[in-house]
């Protein structure tokens, strides 16, 4: 069933209402009445704090925060000003986070900007957002009533493609209008926007640097853990009764989050997967890990990753390899096609991974022996995202639920329940059952 995005009926808190307030802030005075002025005074000390609180990029990538901002500000001068680019676009489909946090707290994510810029030395703040999204005019309206604060702003629309809000892909957006990734070798810190110092942080990234600058890195280390403190903001979609974004403690268990989103576990012995960590991440047996916490710690020692912080639950009887041959061939078709494991990997293991769901033996050594050769080898990390999901496949249908692959390689496809797992841009929440 389909559902729209509602601020105030879209995001639940587990003990911790940090980034997302009991009811939306969608006014300056709201927002004021909620967390006061932007404490500009604490600019100079900024990324230091935001490293003492141990705060890493909430995008994907998880890039230390306050080792970013030192990088651009160390190249930036008042010849050379810096950028700030605030990601506002989302790109993978099973991530909402950022969508609902600017729907519920935008005046955060700009107080977050606005504290970047004066910390790396920027006089202007581009707010990238996939064009026509909904998020447009939460951002045109907040904007418009803030006072004036010596920062050129603007808001540009990006194309709605996975790999175009990549940070080096942005950064060409807003250079030529080309939205392909630019490379692992581009230095934005250096030279992104106009040649100039470009910081590219994520929405939820900026509202939590806000929160540090207010309340300060030992307030931030209160809950979460040691190494991964703080909360995040996490999308739960698919087949969970109450589809939506959570706000929680890093660390909390994956049963705690998916009880939120009133999820029913499956019989013992019958597995519940879900997909974890994006189009990017890793199938997960909630029957077996359901006490794993929400961190990229614990989800790695189980071969997952945290990614763009999105659980998609498959419904009981819900397809490993029918889902995954979906997803290599979305991102297949994503890819920019610049460099060969793009142009010919990608669409490669995703005509194997259909092979297999079809029955065909023969995928599973091509696949052995293609996904080594494509790993690490793109220009970007698109590829090795696809590599990751692929491998991960496999693995699920490992031990005892072998018997499900043993019946593809038999029968052909299985008679699985219809895909759940979001692809394109529409909201991620539309695939739940609301
Ligand atoms: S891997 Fe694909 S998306 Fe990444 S740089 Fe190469 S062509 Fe572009």
């Avoid at 901002?69 to 050379?80: E, L």
Wanted: charged share 15%; aromatic share 4%.
């Amino acid at each position: 069933m389909t559902t729209t995005l509602d601020p105030a009926t879209m995001s639940t808190r587990i003990g911790v209402a940090r980034l997302l307030p009991a009811q939306p802030a969608l006014s300056w005075a709201d927002h004021l009445r909620r967390l006061g002025h932007v404490p500009l005074q604490v600019a100079s000390e900024l990324a230091e704090m935001a490293s003492a609180a141990g705060l890493v990029g909430r995008g994907g990538a998880a890039f230390p925060t306050g080792r970013k901002m030192t990088a651009v500000a160390g190249n930036a001068s008042r010849r050379r000003p810096a950028v700030v680019v605030a990601n506002c676009c989302e790109g993978d489909p099973t991530a909402s986070k950022d969508a609902v946090l600017l729907a519920n707290s935008p005046h955060l994510v700009i107080d977050g900007a606005v504290l970047a810029a004066a910390a790396v030395g920027a006089d202007k703040v581009i707010l990238a957002v996939h064009r026509g999204s909904a998020t447009t005019g939460a951002l045109r309206t907040a904007l418009a009533e803030r006072p004036a604060e010596g920062i050129e702003f603007s808001i540009v629309g990006v194309p709605a493609r996975f790999v175009a809000s990549e940070a080096t892909a942005l950064v060409r957006y807003l250079n030529t209008g080309d939205a392909r990734p630019a490379g692992r070798t581009s230095v934005i810190w250096e030279s992104g926007v106009q040649g100039r110092p470009t910081l590219v942080d994520n929405a939820e990234t900026l509202a939590q640097l806000a929160l540090i600058a207010r309340f300060g890195a030992s307030w931030f280390r209160a809950v979460g853990t040691a190494a991964e403190p703080g909360t995040l903001l996490v999308t739960v979609g698919g087949a969970v009764g109450v589809p939506g974004v959570v706000e929680v403690a890093g660390g909390t268990p994956l049963r705690t989050i998916l009880t939120a989103a009133q999820w029913t576990p499956t019989r013992a012995g019958v597995p519940a997967w879900a997909l974890i960590g994006g189009l990017a991440g890793c199938w997960v047996d909630l029957n077996r890990a359901a006490e794993t916490g929400f961190s990229a710690a614990e989800l790695g020692a189980i071969g997952g990753t945290k990614g763009v912080a999105s659980i998609v639950v498959l419904p009981a009887g819900g397809c490993v390899l029918t889902e995954t041959a979906r997803i290599l061939q979305y991102l297949a078709d994503a890819g920019a096609r610049q460099c060969g494991p793009c142009m010919f990997g990608l669409p490669a293991i995703a005509e194997d991974m259909a092979a297999l769901a079809g029955g065909d033996r023969s995928a599973v050594a091509r696949l052995g022996r293609r996904l080594p050769v494509i790993d690490k080898r793109g220009g970007c990390g698109h590829p090795d995202g696809a590599v990751a999901l692929a491998a991960s496949a496999l693995r699920a249908l490992r031990g005892p639920e072998a018997v499900h692959l043993d019946g593809h390689l038999r029968h052909g496809p299985c008679r699985s329940p219809a895909p759940v797992v979001p692809l394109g841009h529409e909201n991620s929440l539309r695939s739940g059952t609301r």
